[in-house]
């Protein structure tokens, strides 16, 4: 039996299920998914800094991508308070830039496979849909809001730190 690797014939996903030219869809989307990333963050130093030498920061990853030698960058580790104290890792501006662009070249083939009831990250999702949503169930669980329903709130604290 032949191994498969993640990039066998330049396809992008393991054994070929999903037909399609990763590395040219990537290199197409990474100047797209910057303009979207960057709007209202140019003041951002590490922003700014980024597009100083934009070409190269596009070229560069995509290039690293085609010779199978990218790595992601360390995370950025920083303290906001929202409402509580969180410690928060974030990717450098290359690899946020670069994860927009594979997301959006996957987008179409993924979404097809999720079931209904996913809205974080989808197009035409989101809170104020999966709220709705959450509504038409919580009425025919209590059957129109007349008998008690439960609902289960919970956050599994240092869940990222973890894993």
Known sequence: MQQTSLVDNRWGC?????RYDFYGVILENLFRSWREFSKGKRSKQRVSRFELNLEDNIFKPH???LLELWHPDSYIAFYT???KLRKIH???VRDR???QAI???LYQTFDKS??????SSRNLRGTHAGVKRFTIFSKKVSSNFTRSAFVLKCDIRKFFDSI
Do not use: M, N, R, T
Request: proline fraction near 8%.
């Open 63 to 65: 290039e690293d991508l």
């Open 97 to 99: 830039v670069l994860y």
């Open 81 to 83: 308070q929202d409402p």
């Open 14 to 18: 393991v054994g070929g299920a999903h």
């Open 90 to 92: 974030e990717p450098s």
């Open 103 to 105: 997301y959006k070249a």
């Open 114 to 119: 999720f079931i209904y009831d996913v809205f």
